[in-house]
């Protein structure tokens, strides 16, 4: 009887997963591919191939709390690799999404702060300001000081920028995220 309902848990746990924009997430194989190509697996708790397998074995508290979810830079380089087209990228941003909406702070603490400050950085300006996104993340994970030496050899080499950039398109941009909104409900 718990088999079923072990089973049962972990089939609601994959259609959510799938339901939350990751439709092919049962057709993984556990080829390793995806894992081979990601450029952060080394810093995961857990690689994108066995995410994917939490998924489908159901170990929602294990996958929603892994620091995995939040380091996945979103290249889609795994995406790419797989020949199942089960698409791991999309699979971490379903976890993303269903963690963020259920308040589950997993072991990378600071990872849903720095996706909210990133998201509302490009929907104000219409693309990423890098010094406003750092230093509101600093001061709100606390961080205050974080790579503050950096800064001015940045600055130097004109690889930041004090004020914001210009964006001609930022109605566009705006109309994309109103549009995200209306289809997904609250962005973050």
């Given at each position: ?85 089960a698409d791991p990228a999309a ?86 995220f109103a549009k995200a909104e ?7």
């Amino acid at each position: 009887m718990s088999l079923q309902l072990s089973q049962s848990r972990a089939n609601q746990f994959m259609r959510q997963v799938q339901q939350r924009g990751a439709p092919k997430v049962n057709l993984c194989y556990q080829c390793g591919k995806c894992t081979a190509g990601c450029p952060v697996a080394y810093a995961m708790d857990y690689p994108p191939n066995q995410i994917v397998r939490g998924v489908q074995l159901g170990m929602r508290d294990v996958v929603l709390s892994s620091r995995s979810i939040w380091l996945c830079s979103a290249c889609e380089t795994c995406s790419t690799r797989c020949p199942q087209s089960a698409d791991p990228a999309a699979v971490m941003d379903a976890l993303r999404r269903i963690a963020y909406a259920e308040g589950i702070r997993g072991a990378e603490r600071d990872g849903p702060l720095f996706h909210r400050i990133f998201l509302t950085s490009v929907r104000q300006l219409g693309r990423l300001f890098e010094a406003g996104m750092i230093g509101f993340y600093n001061v709100l994970s606390g961080h205050y000081l974080k790579d503050i030496t950096m800064a001015p050899k940045l600055l130097l080499k004109g690889k930041l920028s004090v004020l914001p950039p210009g964006n001609r398109n930022i109605r566009e941009v705006k109309r994309m995220f109103a549009k995200a909104e209306e289809l997904e409900g609250n962005l973050p």
